[in-house]
T-cell receptor
């Protein structure tokens, strides 16, 4: 059974700092991995999609890496801003016996202080 | 191309009533997924549907909950005889028919409150 874990659960940093969010999964037979952002009381916004054959994806100040063999992904946020404050969710699609649904981690709640 | 549309955004039901949550996927998307998010908790998978078919309902409670995605119209998540524990945010996602390597997009959710 695929399980996804995110560390840390919460993170508070001063504005301008570079930071890394971690995601690990137990079954490496994935199709892809997606990072989402969720603001309080809102829906999920897709940030980056990494296919199983890819090592990383970049969008603006965000960079996501994937090491499928070790079951790990990281989301790197450069020069953090107060507007980056949100919960970041990692989700994998796939795993042995998986029908294609996304399986989520518990999320990392980020606070960037001005 | 409008995103995934969910309605209503907020729904209040008394215990014992029925709740119907609607999800219109993005244009061209034929895969729909429903998730539930309890306060201060992560997203839990409920059901995965394609047009007129339930592909995976392993996360759906055995009683009172049902889902459909008809040939025409939105996907419906139906909760009968709601209880206080059903209060949560329900999110719908959709993805294209090209396979499981595609990106999934989420709606804004329906926040159900049972009083």
């Amino acid at each position: 059974k695929q399980e996804v874990t995110q560390i840390p659960a919460a993170l508070s940093v001063p504005e301008g700092e570079n930071l890394v969010l971690n995601c690990s999964f137990t079954d490496s037979a994935i199709y892809n991995l997606q990072w989402f952002r969720q603001d309080p009381g809102k829906g999920l916004t897709s940030l980056l999609l990494i296919q199983s054959s890819q090592r990383e994806q970049t969008s603006g100040r965000l960079n996501a890496s994937l090491d499928k063999s070790s079951g790990r992904s990281t989301l790197y946020i450069a020069a953090s801003q107060p507007g980056d404050s949100a919960t970041y969710l990692c989700a994998v699609r796939g795993g042995s016996g998986n029908t294609g649904k996304l399986i989520f981690g518990q999320g990392t709640t980020l606070q960037v202080k001005p | 191309n409008a995103g995934v549309m969910q309605n209503p955004r907020h729904l209040v039901r008394r215990r014992g009533q029925e709740a119907r949550l609607r999800c219109s996927p993005m244009k061209g998307h034929s895969h729909v997924y429903w998730y539930r998010q309890l306060p201060e908790e992560g997203l839990k998978f409920m059901v995965y549907l394609q047009k007129e078919n339930i592909i995976d309902e392993s996360g759906m409670p055995k009683e009172r909950f049902s889902a459909e995605f008809p040939k025409e119209g939105p996907s419906i998540l139906r909760i009968q005889q709601v209880v206080r524990g059903d209060s949560a945010a329900y999110f719908c996602a959709s993805s294209p028919p090209e396979g499981w390597g595609t990106e999934a997009f989420f709606g804004q959710g329906t926040r159900l409150t049972v009083v």
